[in-house]
């Protein structure tokens, strides 16, 4: 990321996974606040230990993990005519077969490629699965969503705890912080990243009525 931007300072997060008290962590927070980057992070840093490599932290305290599972991006497989949602579902799929209560999982907007009540609903029951280890895998779990339903499943499934990245707000302008903090946002901000984005404010004032 500091290759990429060169002026923006990267800004380095804690990351607390796997105790009893939290397995799973819901990600919120708008598009482009830094959840993707904050995700990979912490797979990066695991896989780095994993092969005896130094990591960037000031300190690390890394079990083992068997295998590492990622769910993210949008890809189309349209060769075979499958869509994004099915190509998804097939990779979801195949993760919630092969995984164990050792391995790690990043897991980035599950469930958006349908309507909203069904992805949703495929979202939820999917962490329920993961987070559970009676009934499913009780493994340890990034999961980003905009899906702010979900920040509910914190106090009703064990291991489960929100956290979402910071934002200022002033007025319609929006700043992102890029400090991952506990509990779920408080707005999706989809109409500010929009404005920022550069579409019209015809339209991004249409957008808010």
């Known amino acids: 990321v500091e290759q990429m931007l060169k002026n923006a300072l990267f800004v380095p997060n804690d990351t607390l996974l796997g105790s009893e008290?939290?397995?799973t962590a819901i990600i919120t927070g708008p598009n482009m606040a830094g959840k993707s980057t904050y995700m990979r992070?912490?797979?990066?840093i695991v896989l780095m230990a994993q092969m005896g490599s130094f990591v960037p932290a000031q300190s690390a305290h890394i079990g083992i993990v068997d295998r590492l599972f990622t769910r993210i991006g949008a890809s189309d497989d349209l060769a075979s005519g499958q869509s994004t949602f099915?190509?998804?579902m097939t990779e979801v799929a195949d993760i919630l077969k092969n995984a164990t209560p050792r391995s790690l999982l990043i897991l980035d907007e599950i469930g958006r490629g349908t309507s909203t009540f069904d992805g949703m609903s495929i979202a939820r029951a999917v962490v329920e699965h993961i987070a559970d280890p009676a009934k499913g895998l009780?493994?340890?779990?990034?999961?980003?969503t905009h899906y702010h339903e979900l920040t509910e499943l914190e106090g009703t499934v064990e291991g489960v705890k929100n956290y979402n990245i910071a934002v200022k707000k002033r007025g319609e302008?929006?700043?992102?912080?890029r400090r991952i903090v506990r509990g779920p946002?408080?707005?999706s901000y989809g109409i500010e990243v929009a404005k920022l984005a550069g579409l019209p404010g015809s339209v991004t004032r249409r957008a808010h009525e």
């Open 185 to 187: 946002a408080d707005d």
């Open 86 to 88: 099915m190509v998804e």
């Open 21 to 23: 008290d939290c397995r």
């Open 41 to 44: 992070q912490v797979a990066l």
């Open 173 to 177: 302008d929006i700043t992102f912080l």
């Open 138 to 144: 009780g493994c340890k779990t990034l999961f980003a």
